[in-house]
């Protein structure tokens, strides 16, 4: 999958792992509540996670994740290897702590995976418009998708 896949489309990207116990269920539930609000607009906007944990982040989790949360059909949750990950990571200078550097996998004796937590919001020509912390609200994300949207056909 490419974010060149969704051009023309308003992208929410977000960088999350099913076993966390704090901040990315949050934005999880931020996203939903958002999605709950965009109406006919949901076609013209995309939510998309990235996993931090190659290893936990498996079918199974990422299933239970998005069900537990409400986000199924609402958030893409793209998983893949620590080689295909990294890349990503670093293009959106996500840091990570709690990871075993070769292996990608949670290291047993942390079990928690720190990780930079905000959102994207990119434009429909792939631009990166906003940033948005952690602690975003869904009123103000729908703000930014409202302006950012393709005029309503």
Same mark, same amino acid.
């Given at each position: ?8 489309? =308003?992208? =929410? ?8 116990? @704090? ?6 539930? +931020?996203?939903?509540?958002? *999605? ?16 931090? @944990? ?28 620590? &080689? ?5 990571? &670093?293009? *959106? *200078?996500?840091?990570?702590? /709690?990871? @075993?550097?070769? &292996? ?6 942390? /079990? ?7 959102? *994207? =919001? ?7 418009? =906003? ?7 869904? +009123? ?5 998708? +409202? ?7």
């Amino acid at each position: 999958m490419s974010l060149a896949g969704f051009r023309g489309k =308003v992208v =929410v990207l977000t960088f999350l792992y099913t076993h966390c116990p @704090d901040v990315c269920p949050l934005i999880a539930e +931020k996203l939903h509540r958002t *999605y709950a609000q965009l109406g006919i607009l949901a076609r013209h906007v995309a939510f998309i996670a990235v996993s931090v @944990d190659p290893r936990g982040d498996t079918g199974p989790a990422v299933r239970a994740f998005l069900a537990a949360h409400h986000v199924r059909g609402e958030l893409e949750y793209l998983t893949g290897s620590p &080689a295909q990950l990294r890349p990503i990571w &670093a293009q *959106y *200078y996500i840091g990570t702590r /709690g990871l @075993d550097p070769e &292996a990608g996998a949670v290291a047993a004796t942390i /079990g928690n995976i720190t990780h930079t937590a905000l959102a *994207y =919001v990119i434009d429909p020509r792939g631009q990166i418009r =906003v940033f948005l912390s952690a602690d975003f609200t869904p +009123k103000a994300l729908m703000t930014d998708l +409202k302006i950012l949207a393709p005029p309503q056909t």
